[in-house]
């Protein structure tokens, strides 16, 4: 009997060894998946001069212009502070990157005798097939989300800039063009970044409320909320 309740805690150590040691592997190995793209398309969209729209600066002058000089001038410096912060962040994700592949090689080297394990090739053989589908969905998630922010800055409503209007007291002058889709505009994707300005970093969406039975006032009242 003692022979078998020594077999048996030595099969479920093993068991409960190898369950912490994928569990673990799995956990790392998902982070620099998510690492690994994300300083990859940081890199790209200060190569293609745009920003997400979490990293979108919307900081504008007081005073209404039409200019178009100016604004493209202002623009091209809020471009410049996003490329920098951009840049910051790659750094800074290169930097995990590379203490999370230490972390990776010390789990490796402090587990060889998971090797041996009868299941040991069928459970990495599991997490591979889990990490590449995760790969794939970081991939197109963010592509899609890419192809969201190209679509901005070619159509010119990357930036909320302010237009002259007849409603006072409306909490924002902001209008998506007419002929621009709100799905196509943002997503949920989109709140996905590591930073944002403290300025609303999302265009509201258009929501008309009854107008107002106030007297002092006869327009109709609009309220504005991010996706």
Not at 7 to 23: P, S
Not at 176 to 186: A, E, F
């Given at each position: 009997m003692s022979e078998i309740q020594?077999?048996?805690?030595?099969?479920?150590?093993?068991?409960?060894?190898?369950?912490?040691?994928?569990?673990?592997?799995?956990?790392?190995?998902?982070?620099?998946?998510?690492?690994h793209w994300h300083i990859e398309f940081l890199n790209k969209y200060a190569r293609e001069n745009i920003s997400p729209l979490g990293l979108r600066i919307q900081v504008f002058p007081s005073f209404q212009t039409?200019?178009?000089?100016?604004?493209?001038?202002?623009?091209?410096?809020?471009?410049?502070?996003?490329?920098?912060?951009?840049?910051?962040?790659?750094?800074?994700?290169?930097?995990e990157l590379l203490s999370l592949e230490q972390d990776i090689l010390l789990l490796q080297s402090n587990n060889e005798?998971?090797?041996?394990?009868?299941?040991?090739?069928?459970?990495?053989?599991?997490?591979?097939?889990?990490?590449?589908?995760?790969?794939?969905?970081?991939?197109?998630?963010?592509?899609?989300?890419?192809?969201?922010?190209?679509?901005?800055?070619?159509?010119?409503?990357?930036?909320?800039?302010?237009?002259?209007t007849q409603y006072k007291?409306?909490?924002?002058?902001?209008?998506?063009?007419?002929?621009?889709?709100?799905?196509?505009?943002?997503t949920e994707d989109d709140t996905e970044s590591d930073s944002s300005s403290l300025l609303p970093s999302q265009p509201p969406s258009r929501r008309n409320y009854p107008a107002s039975t106030s007297s002092t006032s006869g327009t109709r009242k609009r309220g504005f909320g991010a996706h």
């Open positions: 020594t077999n048996c805690n030595l099969d479920n150590e093993q068991e409960i060894n190898i369950n912490q040691y994928m569990a673990k592997m799995k956990r790392l190995l998902k982070k620099k998946s998510n690492l039409t200019i178009p000089e100016f604004k493209v001038a202002w623009e091209q410096a809020l471009s410049t502070c996003s490329t920098q912060l951009m840049k910051l962040l790659v750094g800074h994700h290169q930097s005798g998971i090797k041996g394990h009868t299941h040991y090739d069928k459970r990495c053989q599991d997490i591979k097939d889990f990490i590449t589908k995760t790969t794939k969905d970081i991939i197109y998630k963010k592509q899609v989300k890419l192809s969201k922010d190209r679509f901005a800055f070619s159509e010119g409503f990357a930036y909320r800039w302010q237009a002259p007291g409306s909490r924002s002058n902001f209008r998506v063009p007419r002929n621009v889709d709100s799905n196509q505009y943002t």
